[in-house]
């Protein structure tokens, strides 16, 4: 006759037979399964990880654990508890946080033992893109991008600075495309990619630099969308990058960047973005890093003189863009006056006539409007051809 075993014992030869491990008097005292993390687990520091400070003391225990795998490109990461929704979290705050994690794909396979229906612990394997040797001939490629990025920056600069040379350079050497992915690789060593990879070489260029900055995802035009939150000499505002660049909104490379999309308000971004709830974020309230403002291109009323003045500063500089915005309530009053009135190539000319020495100028004065925002750009005729497709043109 064969006697039964005990419970316990019974139960410690399964768990063996199932995970072929040993299991400490914790795992024991939880029926064999892992021991839930420490809820006031504050987390390893690793710089700024804006999606991490949001998780709970749990979650940041997988997202240590996790990230550690990924890290090491480890085939299968185990011995996580075994919560499904807590590990997808964590993975999902791992991808926002690490743009420089460019050979995870961001995507993988949770796997959960079970005994009798319980859970006893999960497994995670990560889809890569690529192997060790790919990893690092790839990484070379990136840090050579980086490095003439930074180039364009001057010493010393200041946070503001410092993002709109990120901003400015990946536009100048970036086109907007579909690709597989938002990997920073698809910019970085592809020259083009979604809006996803955009907003993450902004965030790891700017990571590099040492300005706080995360990536956000919400929808625009109605489609998922991704940009910045990033924090400008210690004040919070919006970067939209693949909005900066003119091959996005159907213009070309001979426009410069949309700067209407670099230091907003959390008002101003609302305008024309939804931000989703997945990650909170801070009210961003205050224009010091606007760029109109910041500049001296924002406008409360029509001021004639003014805009006189920056296409006389623009021609003797040899400068072709010039953008600035008005006050929505002075927007349609200045457009009346400069479109419809014929003000525009009248300003154009005093400026012109205020130079020390002679500017030539060839073609039409062309230009693009954003009534959303209040903007406008003026492409000043300094070449033969425009160049450009334009909204209007003023000969």
């Not at 612990?121 to 003439?148: F, G, H, L, N, S």
């Not at 929808?219 to 970067?239: K, V």
């Not at 021609?315 to 014929?342: K, T």
Request: hydrophobic residues 35%; negative net charge.
């Amino acid at each position: 006759m064969r006697r039964a075993l005990p419970p316990l014992l019974a139960l410690v030869l399964a768990l063996a037979l199932l995970t072929g491990c040993e299991f400490s008097l914790e795992r024991l005292a939880h029926g064999g399964a892992l021991p839930p993390p420490p809820e006031d687990y504050t987390g390893l520091q690793d710089g700024f990880r804006y999606t991490k400070t949001t998780l709970t003391g749990q979650e940041r225990y997988l997202y240590d654990q996790l990230l550690a795998g990924l890290q090491n490109q480890e085939e299968t990461i185990g011995d996580l508890y075994p919560d499904t929704e807590m590990i997808q979290t964590a993975i999902d705050a791992i991808d926002r946080d690490y743009p420089e994690l460019f050979w995870f794909s961001g995507t993988g396979q949770i796997e959960t033992t079970l005994l009798a229906g319980k859970p006893l612990e999960a497994a995670y394997t990560p889809v890569y893109t690529m192997d060790q040797a790919q990893r690092q001939a790839t990484q070379a490629q990136i840090d050579q991008w980086a490095a003439d990025c930074f180039a364009t920056i001057p010493q010393g600069a200041s946070d503001y600075d410092k993002a709109l040379g990120v901003f400015t350079y990946i536009i100048q050497h970036a086109d907007y495309q579909v690709v597989d992915n938002n990997s920073i690789v698809n910019i970085m060593v592809g020259g083009a990619g979604l809006c996803g990879c955009y907003a993450k070489t902004t965030q790891y260029l700017l990571g590099l630099l040492g300005v706080d900055t995360a990536y956000i995802t919400g929808q625009a035009q109605g489609e998922s969308h991704a940009w910045n939150l990033a924090w400008l000499d210690g004040t919070p505002c919006w970067i939209d990058t693949t909005w900066g660049d003119p091959v996005f909104t159907g213009g070309d490379d001979s426009q410069g960047p949309a700067y209407e999309y670099f230091g907003l308000t959390t008002d101003d971004l609302l305008r024309t973005h939804t931000i989703d709830d997945k990650v909170p974020v801070p009210d961003c309230t205050s224009n010091s890093n606007n760029y109109f403002f910041r500049n001296g291109l924002y406008f409360s009323a029509t001021d004639p003189d003014a805009l006189t003045a920056l296409f006389q500063r623009a021609l003797a500089a040899g400068q072709r863009q010039v953008s600035v915005r008005y006050a929505d309530a002075a927007y349609p009053a200045a457009c009346a006056a400069l479109f419809d009135q014929g003000q525009l190539n009248t300003l154009l000319g005093r400026a012109r006539e205020a130079l020390d020495s002679p500017v030539s100028l060839a073609g039409s004065l062309w230009y693009t409007r954003n009534e959303t925002m209040g903007t406008l750009s003026f492409l000043l005729p300094l070449s033969s051809s425009p160049g450009a497709t334009p909204e209007g043109s003023a000969p």
